[in-house]
């Protein structure tokens, strides 16, 4: 058990809907960071947050949002859903104070679009 | 951008056997860290090893090594005496020194599969 939260464990939702995952970090970790995982693209970095402000972003799609909360943990809002963004979702938490810290992932949150 | 490259989608080797898993990963920087996941069937993201650049010597846990070649930028596993649970995808990483503007860079994966 990596400590980090993910809720739900898995999502069926039709295209055009929208989803909300969320995600506890390990108790003491300030970094929350947001990966999906496809067939197709592998793992990809989306977002990262530090202590409640967006650090980094990547291939994150303007259809995707997320935001980390005054209690550390994170959501992230997936919009206009379609097909291929059926994925798995993992959202990992750091201590994020030394760079190299630790990423340690959660179990993921298993989307389908149907 | 840096990249990670895995170059073998599969492997399989008998229980108790060594098997070396490779990656190699393209960057500019002089600084950065390396790491192996495992994903075993339960998908579950498994950190296995980490590796600081700056250091020469090669990080080590348990039955899990790695060569790290720094100027070939070549980042390989090792797992000595192989048991049928560590069959997994395994990932290798890298995150540059600044935290990681993209986070952890992945490789595709290597699908290790251990044979009893």
């Known amino acids: 058990d990596s400590g980090v939260t993910q809720t739900p464990k898995h999502l069926i939702t039709a295209t055009g809907q929208r989803v909300t995952l969320r995600c506890s970090p390990r108790?003491?970790?300030?970094?929350v960071y947001w990966y999906q995982q496809s067939l197709d693209q592998g793992l990809q970095f989306l977002i990262q947050?530090?202590?409640?402000?967006?650090?980094a972003k990547g291939n994150i799609l303007e259809r995707f949002s997320a935001q980390q909360f005054p209690d550390l943990h994170s959501e992230l809002n997936l919009s206009s859903l379609e097909l291929g963004d059926s994925a798995l979702y993992f959202c990992?938490?750091?201590?994020?104070?030394?760079?190299?810290?630790?990423?340690?992932f959660g179990e993921g949150s298993w989307l389908t679009v149907v | 951008a840096q990249t990670v490259t895995q170059s073998q989608p599969e492997m399989s080797v008998q229980e108790a056997e060594t098997v070396t898993l490779s990656c190699t990963y393209d960057?500019?920087?002089?600084?950065?860290?390396l790491f192996w996941y495992k994903q075993p069937p339960s998908r579950q993201m498994i950190l296995v090893i980490r590796?600081?650049?700056?250091?020469?010597q090669n990080a080590t846990e348990n039955r899990f090594s790695v060569n790290f070649q720094k100027a070939a930028k070549s980042f390989s596993l090792k797992i000595s005496d192989s048991q049928l649970g560590d069959t997994a995808m395994y990932f290798c990483?890298?995150?540059?020194?600044?935290?990681?503007?993209?986070?952890?860079?992945f490789g595709k994966g290597t699908h290790l599969i251990i044979q009893p």
């Open positions: 947050y530090y202590n409640g402000e967006e650090r």
């Open positions: 108790s003491g970790d300030l970094s």
């Open positions: 960057t500019s920087e002089n600084n950065y860290y």
């Open positions: 990992a938490s750091s201590d994020g104070t030394l760079v190299g810290n630790t990423i340690y």
């Open positions: 990483a890298f995150m540059d020194s600044g935290g990681g503007a993209d986070g952890l860079t």
């Open positions: 590796q600081e650049a700056y250091k020469q």
